[in-house]
C-alpha cells in the first residue's frame, strides 16, 4: 500500500509539464513521516524518470536563533512565526525554480541547530528538475504560491506526541523532558499554524499517514 501512495504522488508530478522546474513540498505536523516520505518519493521518482531529482530539507532553512527574538525563547510563537526563515525559503529555493526564475538555487543556508550558517553555493537547476522538499508551516501564505504541488500528511496530536517523544528522547534528557516540548512548544505551536493556514484543505493531496506502512490517500488521487 505504501508503495501505491508513492506511485500515484510520482504518477501527478510526472504529469506535470510547467516549462520550470516542478516544486513539490511535502508538510505536515512534526513527527509526520515527512523526511521518510520524501526520501522514499524521491527514490520513486529516481527509477521512473530520467529527470534530475533535487531532495532539499526545509530544516536546513531555520533562522539563526540569534534573530528568534519577538516572541519568548520555547514559545509556540516563536516556534511558528521564527523558526524558519520564510524569506530565505522563498527567495533562495522556490522564486528561482518557479516561472521567469534564473534556476539559481540553495539547498541550504543553516545548519539543523539554527546556529550556524550554511553557504551550499548556488545550484543550476536545468528546466524538468523535480524539487522534493520537507518541512513544517510550508503553506504559510508567503510559501504557498509557489509549490506546484503540495501534500500534506495527516496524522493526529496523539500521534504526534507518541512519535515525537520516541523520536526525540534519543537527543534529550529523557522521554518526559521530549513529551513536555511537544505538549508546550511544538503541539500549541502547529496549532497555530492549523488555525491560520489550514493546510490540509489548502493542499493538492492529503495523505493518512497514521501508519507508516500503510498510509491511504484522503483527497487528491
Same mark, same amino acid.
Given at each position: 500500500?505504501?508503495?501505491?501512495?508513492?506511485?500515484?504522488?510520482?504518477?501527478?508530478? @510526472?504529469?506535470?509539464? @510547467?516549462?520550470?522546474?516542478?516544486?513539490?513540498?511535502?508538510?505536515?505536523?512534526?513527527?509526520?513521516?515527512?523526511? %521518510? @516520505?520524501?526520501?522514499? @518519493? /524521491?527514490? %520513486?521518482?529516481? /527509477?521512473? %524518470?530520467?529527470?534530475?531529482?533535487?531532495?532539499?530539507?526545509?530544516?536546513?532553512?531555520?533562522?539563526?536563533?540569534?534573530?528568534?527574538?519577538? =516572541?519568548?525563547?520555547?514559545?509556540?510563537?516563536?516556534?511558528?512565526?521564527?523558526?524558519?526563515?520564510? !524569506?530565505?525559503?522563498?527567495?533562495?529555493?522556490? *522564486?528561482?525554480?518557479?516561472?521567469?526564475? #534564473?534556476?539559481?538555487?540553495? $539547498?541550504?543556508?543553516?545548519?539543523?541547530?539554527?546556529? $550556524?550558517?550554511? #553557504?551550499?553555493?548556488?545550484?543550476?537547476?536545468?528546466? !524538468?528538475?523535480?524539487?522534493?522538499?520537507?518541512?513544517?508551516?510550508?503553506?504559510?501564505?508567503?510559501?504557498?504560491?509557489?509549490?506546484?504541488?503540495?501534500?500534506?500528511?495527516?496524522?493526529?496530536?496523539?500521534?504526534?506526541?507518541?512519535?515525537?517523544? *520516541?523520536?526525540?528522547?534519543?537527543?534529550? %534528557?529523557?522521554?518526559?523532558? /521530549?513529551?513536555?516540548?511537544?505538549?508546550?512548544? =511544538?503541539?500549541?505551536?502547529?496549532?497555530?499554524?492549523?488555525? #491560520?493556514?489550514?493546510?490540509?484543505?489548502?493542499? #493538492?493531496?492529503?495523505?493518512?499517514?497514521?501508519?507508516?506502512?500503510?498510509?491511504? *490517500?484522503?483527497?487528491?488521487?
Amino acid at each position: 500500500m505504501r508503495q501505491r501512495v508513492l506511485d500515484v504522488l510520482a504518477d501527478r508530478i @510526472l504529469a506535470q509539464r @510547467l516549462g520550470h522546474p516542478t516544486r513539490v513540498g511535502i508538510d505536515g505536523h512534526s513527527a509526520a513521516g515527512k523526511t %521518510t @516520505l520524501a526520501d522514499a @518519493l /524521491a527514490d %520513486t521518482l529516481r /527509477a521512473r %524518470t530520467a529527470r534530475p531529482v533535487a531532495r532539499v530539507m526545509i530544516d536546513h532553512f531555520k533562522r539563526h536563533v540569534d534573530r528568534r527574538t519577538t =516572541y519568548p525563547a520555547g514559545s509556540p510563537e516563536s516556534y511558528y512565526f521564527e523558526m524558519f526563515d520564510v !524569506d530565505a525559503i522563498r527567495d533562495e529555493l522556490l *522564486i528561482p525554480l518557479g516561472p521567469g526564475g #534564473d534556476r539559481r538555487y540553495r $539547498t541550504q543556508v543553516m545548519d539543523l541547530s539554527g546556529r $550556524t550558517p550554511i #553557504d551550499s553555493g548556488l545550484h543550476h537547476a536545468p528546466d !524538468d528538475l523535480i524539487l522534493v522538499a520537507d518541512g513544517g508551516f510550508l503553506q504559510k501564505p508567503a510559501l504557498s504560491p509557489h509549490w506546484d504541488l503540495c501534500v500534506y500528511l495527516h496524522i493526529g496530536p496523539d500521534d504526534v506526541l507518541r512519535r515525537g517523544t *520516541i523520536r526525540d528522547q534519543a537527543w534529550m %534528557t529523557s522521554a518526559e523532558a /521530549a513529551a513536555t516540548r511537544y505538549r508546550t512548544y =511544538y503541539l500549541p505551536g502547529e496549532q497555530l499554524y492549523l488555525a #491560520d493556514v489550514h493546510p490540509a484543505h489548502r493542499a #493538492d493531496i492529503v495523505v493518512d499517514n497514521r501508519n507508516f506502512a500503510a498510509p491511504r *490517500i484522503l483527497r487528491g488521487e
